[in-house]
């Protein structure tokens, strides 16, 4: 029998979703495929990209990365002027191609394509009602739930369909549809997850971060505003609001680990955001050391604001192997921490003989940062002192964020010292809830903080209180309420 790829241990939040959209460019479906190469951080299980033709939707969507998905004669098939597309992390229905998106439908609103990152909390509620009605689902997508609320709308412009949808959705979705050759986008009322617009020539576009702009040499404009609908036709950008001047909920943890440092999201560059966690953190949790030493990719910025701040030198003393894919093989004999060495290796003249300060963005289960401990110990660091860039992660996600359930996360069932005792640290030091958000520039009447304060700014159903809507057994049965999209 052949070996079986095994996959690669995680420890870490996965990420969320990326949207894409663009409305008058003779290539829409390639700049489409180029702006989601920008977003593929946000997902990596499966991409997919619809298009207008002048007559009809055509699509293509598969499982995996957007480079391997999509080649000069598939992007041949996509012709058109206006193009939406999404990068995929499963929250709401299981890992599966047909919840590969974008969706299409042909509605008695006309042919439509829609692409969500985000988590509707009321998806089950809303689903078991349509279906009682008569509605017939072909996913396991809570987005899928968006399309069927559009087409029983008794509203007769698409735009009214659509604020009657999202009147009667929950939790945090930022989505792109395209509709003919026009392209809609939505935000949630809090503005859960970051939607930006920008502008290339005569051509309009939006998408989830900004970084997506940058390698198009388009220009960002503005952000989809929190409880706003956007219309990208012939006649510019159009503006309609369902529910502006909410209490907004914007994510922290964009800023924390999801979000690319050179995007702006939510009008600040994450880049600055994390030196100033990181500049923060050092005020707090002090201590005498040689060296200062990120995680990559994401504890790069923190660590580059410990050190400043604490005036200790800054080393990659860990070098990432970034062309590791989602699996590999792992070798018969049995190599010894082998699952994080696979991506992280350790730079022993940097290492070697020093007080390391070890910066990473968080501890999910701490099972990884055991091993990165034992890995600069074993590189011959004396001393290893682990400093996170946000509070202690008690929570579980229910707005989008693929994070385990509470009973799996370290800070929920351990006290400090158990978790610095388990993660074989000489001390361990969180950034505060309070220091976050100062560093931020941003009150928690303002964000959301969930995952680390348990204050939740939109009502869920707790997973164990839901009704399954499918059995145990089922294949399709979605993939549980505290994960992502």
């Not at 903080?449 to 294949?475: H, I, N, T």
Request: charged residues 25%; proline residues 5%; glycine residues 10%.
């Amino acid at each position: 029998m052949s070996e079986q790829p095994e996959a690669i241990e995680t420890d870490g939040f996965r990420e969320e979703c990326g949207v894409f959209g663009i409305y008058g460019h003779p290539d829409a479906a390639n700049l489409t495929y180029l702006g989601l190469y920008a977003l593929q951080h946000r997902g990596q299980e499966a991409g997919g990209i619809a298009a207008w033709n002048g007559k009809r939707i055509v699509f293509e969507r598969g499982m995996g990365y957007v480079a391997d998905l999509f080649d000069e004669a598939r992007l041949a098939r996509l012709p058109g002027r206006s193009a939406v597309g999404h990068v995929r992390y499963s929250t709401a229905g299981g890992s599966l191609l047909e919840n590969a998106q974008p969706i299409v439908y042909n509605t008695n609103k006309g042919p439509l394509a829609i692409a969500h990152n985000g988590n509707l909390v009321n998806a089950d509620e809303l689903r078991a009602e349509l279906e009682a009605e008569g509605s017939i689902f072909t996913t396991t997508s809570d987005t899928e739930v968006l399309l069927h609320l559009m087409a029983r709308s008794r509203a007769e412009s698409l735009v009214e369909a659509l604020r009657d949808t999202l009147a009667r959705v929950r939790g945090a979705y930022s989505i792109v549809l395209l509709a003919g050759e026009k392209v809609l986008a939505a935000r949630d009322p809090q503005g859960f997850r970051p939607l930006t617009i920008g502008r290339l020539g005569d051509a309009w576009l939006v998408a989830s971060e900004t970084c997506a702009f940058d390698l198009l040499d388009a220009e960002p404009l503005r952000d989809v505003e929190p409880g706003e609908i956007v219309i990208l036709d012939a006649g510019g950008v159009a503006s309609s609001s369902f529910a502006m001047g909410r209490r907004t909920a914007f994510c922290i943890f964009e800023h924390v680990y999801f979000a690319r440092p050179d995007s702006t999201v939510f009008h600040r560059s994450v880049a600055e955001s994390r030196r100033a966690f990181g500049r923060r953190l050092a005020r707090e949790h002090a201590v005498a050391a040689d060296v200062v030493v990120p995680v990559p990719d994401s504890g790069i910025f923190a660590a580059l604001g410990y050190a400043e701040e604490s005036g200790i030198p800054y080393g990659m003393g860990l070098v990432r192997n970034h062309y590791v894919g989602r699996t590999f093989i792992e070798p018969k004999q049995s190599i010894r921490n082998f699952g994080v060495k696979v991506k992280l290796n350790p730079v022993r003249s940097v290492v070697g003989g020093k007080r390391i300060v070890l910066v990473d963005d968080s501890i999910v289960r701490g099972t990884t940062s055991k091993k990165l401990v034992r890995l600069l110990k074993s590189a011959g660091a004396t001393e290893v002192h682990m400093r996170i860039s946000s509070p202690p992660t008690t929570n579980p996600c229910h707005y989008g964020i693929d994070t385990p359930q509470r009973r799996e996360l370290i800070a929920a069932t351990k006290e400090l010292g158990e978790i610095q005792a388990f993660i074989e640290a000489d001390s361990l030091g969180y950034l505060s809830l309070d220091g976050m958000l100062h560093a931020f520039g941003k009150g928690e009447g303002e964000t959301c903080a969930a995952c680390f304060s348990g204050r939740y700014p939109v009502p869920f159903v707790a997973a164990e209180e839901q009704q399954p809507l499918f059995g145990e057994d089922d294949v399709h049965a979605p993939a549980g309420r505290d994960g992502k999209r």
